[in-house]
């Protein structure tokens, strides 16, 4: 399957309700609750992060990021599918056309810094 059909396979992409998240500079820290993770996001991914709140559909963010970084939205989409998808595996984010998408819940940064039985 091409990357763009695979784009569209996947429609919408959002974050997980299980995890709590910050930007820290240009970066990102996310921590996933229920698994017990972090991950440290670069600029680029972080950007990307941002962008996964189920409003655009995943080929709308990927031409958006293609526009702001100024290269062909096909380079976007080879780069950034394969993150989404690693993303989707971790369980970090979810897909948004699924009928099991989890409800986004608020986290707060307390929790993230001070998590359960530390």
């Given at each position: 399957m091409a990357r763009t059909d695979k784009t569209r396979a996947l429609r919408s992409v959002v974050r997980h309700g299980d995890v709590a998240w910050v930007q820290v500079d240009r970066e990102?820290?996310?921590h996933h609750h229920r698994h017990g993770k972090a991950y440290l996001l670069e600029p680029m991914a972080a950007l990307l992060w941002q962008c996964l709140d189920g409003e655009s559909p995943l080929a709308e963010v990927f031409a958006d990021i293609a526009d702001v970084v100024a290269v062909p939205v096909d380079t976007v989409a080879n780069d950034c599918l394969p993150v989404v998808q690693s993303w989707l595996a971790a369980?970090?984010?979810?897909?948004?056309?699924?009928?099991?998408?989890?409800?986004?819940?608020?986290?707060?940064?307390?929790?993230?810094?001070?998590?359960?039985?530390?």
């Open positions: 990102v820290v996310v369980e970090i984010v979810a897909d948004d056309s699924s009928p099991t998408v989890p409800s986004p819940s608020i986290r707060t940064w307390r929790r993230l810094v001070d998590p359960p039985n530390a």
